[in-house]
């Protein structure tokens, strides 16, 4: 085993991954101690980092912000390659040139959250008080905590008021947030395939990943990376569980069946008979290359703790009372993790206080994702709803592509 | 973008309801289809209009050309709305398409200064005379569906809805019949003829307080 000194092992890796946690690629901003971020859990966090990925261009009046709020295991790279595994931009369907978050038209702010691990301050940061990676010392923080900690970099950038705060899964949590927290700062909010709370079954499928990174033995009660190794089988494992409740039964169905993976016959053992086995494996297998077990925990903690009305007495439609956003709902047909009638409760809160409010359910069999998809009505709603939107805000059009 | 509305496509109700409503108000049209009316009321009246509106192709299509539109339905999702939340909550030609119309009415003289409803009237004599002669279920340009796929479920007349309005102490501003050819009725002409000679009506109300 690897003994060698905290310091010792960050300068000798050559992981990308735990490279990037300390000093992204992207850009990032650094927030003094003198703007200490209180959290939710009463601790205090300074000074603290984040980082970020900008596309498109600010206007004069600088009222063409849409912030891009990713969900769980997502990062700044919304719409260019991400720098450890070199793929595509997780958005790239919806945000580019061209696009419904058209970047010739819009300036789009995507950050990395508090609690991440693609450089914004988390549990595999630095901790300038020890020297060390912070580990399970970290303070845990909620999805309030990560939109607060965004506030600093909005200002950063020099804009009142965003155009738009839009996001999915967890995403939309952080958007629901903004509209709660920082009312008179979002023109418009598009939570899409998301909810108000956290349920009890969601709760419990994080729970079991969260034990399967501890269980770990590599997890070394947290400190792993300062020990030069990684809980690598227990983070896979997290992942292909969590994978199953992003699709559904039918789009599993459709895509594997029983369909045996490179064999002619059940090889009677415990190898990845099944195609759909195989699958779970490479994305468990995949996702460890490019996440922090760490994170994993805080970022699930984060969501479990996510209950917008419990934050407002219990009261959903007091998190929205005064508000003059507009908001945009939008839910998938099968997504059983976040199901429309999640989305219908925020859009009768939305309603109880007479909030300009639209809401679509989308017909799709491909479960949760369904939002990273290439769902055209998605497209063509985030489309419709922003044009209208930017019209009454005065926004230019895009100019004329060719 | 918000295309503008095609006026040779424009039905006489909403050009009726179009004219009743005041400039600059705030709308809720429920049951709201294709967005037509809201388009119009935005068009022509910059009204901060919502609608509701039950089939999700729809509802996606209006919030696709910029309506602030929901997927839901008059007899679910109206409680949730505030007191007089808006100026005018409009109901065009959904009434006969509600489970339970009478709290339908309730809410929308709860949740809008005024109410504007608009049905289809089925004492008009065309309707009466395919019930008189040919003993089924009228199908006519009004109600094209046959009865086993109608979404209509609470038809009424015109006299069958002045009683409703009766029976939730709604105050009749105005009652607009017309016939087959879009005209509006005199105003001058007995109930009975309007019931008779009606194929749609438009009705606006508000609320008489009990006290």
């Known amino acids: ?13 050559t992981d990308a991954r735990v490279l990037e946690a300390q000093t992204p690629s992207s850009d990032y901003i650094d927030i003094g101690a003198d703007h200490p971020l209180r959290l939710d859990c009463d601790k205090v966090l300074a000074p603290f980092r984040i980082a970020y990925t900008t596309y498109g261009a600010l206007n004069a009046a600088k009222s063409n912000a849409i912030l891009v709020l990713h969900a769980l ?59 060390k990676p912070w580990g399970i010392d970290f303070p845990v923080i909620t999805i309030g905590d990560m939109v607060d900690a965004q506030v600093p970099l909005i200002d950063h950038l020099g804009i009142d008021q965003l155009f738009c705060a839009i996001g999915g899964s967890m995403g939309g949590m952080q958007v629901l947030e903004w509209a709660a927290r920082h009312k008179e700062r979002v023109f418009t909010a598009v939570p899409i ?59 599993l169905q459709r895509k594997f069946g029983r369909s045996l993976q490179d064999l002619a016959a059940k090889s009677f053992s415990f190898n990845a008979d099944f195609q759909v086995e195989s699958y779970l494996r490479h994305q468990g297998s995949t996702f460890v290359d ?11 903690r984060a969501i479990d703790y996510f209950d917008l009305a419990a934050e407002h007495g219990d009261v959903l439609a007091n998190a929205f009372k005064g508000t003059k956003t507009r908001f945009c709902v ?25 909030a300009n409010v639209s809401f679509v359910e989308i017909e799709s069999d491909k479960g949760h994702d369904a939002f990273l998809l290439e769902e055209p009505e998605l497209f063509a709603t985030i489309r419709g709803f922003l044009n209208a939107a930017a019209e009454r805000r005065g926004l230019k059009p895009a100019p004329e592509r060719r | 973008m918000l295309a503008p509305a095609t006026p040779q496509t424009t039905r006489v109700d909403h ?62 999702d109206l409680v949730d709305y505030p007191d007089g939340a808006f100026d005018y909550a409009i109901l065009s030609l959904t009434i006969q398409a509600t489970r339970q119309p009478k709290m339908v009415l309730e809410q929308l003289l709860r949740i809008g ?26 199908v006519t340009e009004n109600l094209p569906e046959a009865w086993f796929v109608s979404p209509n479920a609470h038809l009424c007349t015109i006299k069958d809805f002045a009683d409703l309005c009766r029976v939730v102490n709604a105050r009749v501003e105005r009652a607009v019949a017309f016939n087959a050819w879009g005209q509006q009725l005199g105003t001058w002409l007995p109930l009975t003829v309007h019931n008779l000679m009606g194929e749609k009506a438009v009705f606006m109300l508000t609320r008489q307080w009990a006290h």
């Not at chain 1, 790239?92 to 040139?97: A, N």
């Not at chain 1, 490019?290 to 699930?300: E, G, K, P, Q, V």
């Not at chain 2, 809201?38 to 609608?51: E, F, I, S, Y």
């Open chain 1, 1 to 13: 085993m690897n003994t060698a000194s905290p310091r010792d092992f960050l300068a000798s890796t």
């Open chain 1, 330 to 354: 939008v839910s998938f047909t099968s997504d059983w993790l976040y199901p429309t009638r999640e989305s219908r409760e925020i859009v009768h809160a939305l309603n109880a206080v007479a």
């Open chain 1, 290 to 300: 490019r996440f922090d077990a760490n994170s994993y925990l805080y970022i699930t």
């Open chain 2, 113 to 138: 200064r005024s109410a504007i409803v608009s049905f289809p009237n089925f004492g008009h004599w065309q309707v009466r005379s395919r019930l008189a002669f040919t003993g089924r279920m009228p």
């Open chain 1, 193 to 251: 395939a998301t909810a108000a709370w956290h349920s009890s079954q969601n709760i419990a499928f994080h729970e079991v990943g969260r034990q399967a990174v501890m269980a770990d033995p590599n997890w070394c009660e947290g400190r792993y990376l300062e020990r030069g190794v990684e809980p690598r089988n227990g983070l896979a494992v997290a992942r292909m569980a969590a994978h199953i409740t992003y699709l559904s039964e039918e789009a």
């Open chain 2, 15 to 76: 050009l009726l309801i179009a004219e009743m409503v005041a400039a600059g108000s705030r709308v809720l049209d429920v049951g709201c289809g294709d967005g037509a009316l809201l388009q119009l009321l935005a068009d022509t009246k910059n009204v901060d209009g919502r609608g509701i509106e039950v089939a999700r192709e729809r509802v996606n299509a209006c919030v696709a050309r910029g309506l602030s539109v929901i997927q839901g339905d008059a007899d679910r």
């Open chain 1, 73 to 131: 295991t997502m990062d700044q790279y919304v719409a260019s390659p991400h720098p450890v595994t070199g793929k595509p931009g997780w958005w790239e369907v919806m945000v580019g040139p061209g696009k419904p978050i058209d970047t010739d038209r819009f300036f789009v702010v995507c950050p990395n959250v508090l609690g991440g691990c693609m450089g914004s301050t988390g549990p595999a940061s630095i901790n300038a008080k020890t020297g």
